[in-house]
């Protein structure tokens, strides 16, 4: 594989990017790092000809004594057993108005990506090698070892303190006399007895009820009750007598009309 990118960036501020693993970490387009791993690790998902493939694992960068850099990395699949390898070689020259980053070097994968058609594999590969370096080219203007977008903090100087007048002493407020060494407490209202109460709560019923009054309703089909229901009048004990000789009387009465009307027949 060789491949090549321009970028408007002069090859010494590339040189500077390509030796911090933070602006690295940052060029690599879709890395998700992962929290206490490496700065060049994590996860990333590639589409390749409308399927997504999610790769983890581990990207280092080292120079080499000719001035180039060497790019080795290996990656498993998220969810499935394919590999991805890769060994490339990145060498600056500048030129007028920037730099062309050249790139070499050998990638092999297997798993989901080898059943995929080369040339949208292909397309794939150049499309990522050129948002990097473009990346690459960015993170340059960041100083080395700051995330992104947090600004470089400047040293403002010290404004001097303003000085705090004393407070004014307050006076303790003084304290109330008593008005007398001895105060003597007040008697308890009497309490109600059960007695009282239960007059009380009749008479107010009473007097609710003669200020209502009844309704037509209960007046036209509710018999009274309560203090309004008529009193019976007293049985007397002399009718009570009368009924209880009444009835042997009558019958004592009846058999004598028998008898005597046997007789009368058994004489004719």
Known sequence: MEHEVFVPVQAERL??????????ARAVPGLQQDAGTPP??????????GHTITYRGTVRVTAREDGS???????TEARGPGTVKLALV???????????VTITGTTTADGRVADLPPD??????GRLLNRFVENLA????????TAEGEPQRETEPKKPEPEVEPEAEIEPAPEAEPSALFEEEEPAPPTPSRVNREDAVAEAAHARRTMIGR?????DHAPPRGRYAPVPAPETAVGRATLRWAAPAAAV?????IAVTRALRKRR
């Open 15 to 24: 040189r500077e990017a390509l030796a911090d693993p933070v602006r690295v």
């Open 40 to 49: 060049v690790s994590g996860r990333l998902k590639v589409r390749v000809g």
């Open 69 to 75: 850099y060497a790019v080795d990395g290996d990656a």
């Open 90 to 100: 990145l060498t600056l020259s500048p030129s007028d108005g920037g730099t062309t």
């Open 120 to 125: 949208a594999v292909s397309a794939t590969t």
């Open 138 to 145: 960015e993170v340059t203007q960041t100083p080395p070892g």
């Open 215 to 219: 309704s037509a309703e209960e007046v």
């Open 253 to 257: 009465a009846l058999a004598s009309a």
